[in-house]
């Protein structure tokens, strides 16, 4: 079984950036690719990056949705177990519970129907 735990969320100021971390425990027989998605009330679930396995190409190791603008980047650390979004010029658009989701196949991660999930981390953004 494998436990996600999301930190780093809060209020922030339009502008300003934020680091999501997801700290990942528990038994997994095979590599994971991780991601992070969010929802807004009243909104559905998007996904907002990924990152592959460890074990493919870093040319295709991570996709963040275009609608971000390049504004959101993911990363892990492999050795700590975590993964990273690092979120810069946040708007109130932004404003969302933002959900770490792990599978060990990436497309069904990227379909949105990873195995696991995390319990969420609010973000809110003022103007």
């Known amino acids: 079984q494998v436990q996600l735990v999301e930190s780093g969320g809060g209020p922030v100021q339009a502008g300003d950036s934020l680091k999501l971390s997801c700290t990942v425990s528990g038994r997994s027989t095979s590599p994971l690719a991780m991601g992070w998605f969010r929802q807004a009330a009243g909104k559905w679930r998007e996904l907002v990056c990924s990152i592959a396995q460890n074990t493919l190409p870093p040319t295709s190791n991570t996709f963040c949705a275009q609608f971000l603008k390049g504004r959101f980047t993911i990363a892990r650390d492999s050795a700590k177990n975590t993964v990273f979004l690092q979120m810069s010029s946040l708007n109130p658009e932004d404003t969302a519970v933002y959900y770490c989701?792990?599978?060990?196949?990436?497309?069904?991660?990227?379909?949105?129907?990873?195995?696991?999930w995390g319990q969420g981390t609010q973000v809110t953004v003022s103007s």
């Open positions: 989701a792990a599978d060990r196949n990436r497309n069904d991660l990227l379909r949105g129907t990873p195995d696991y």
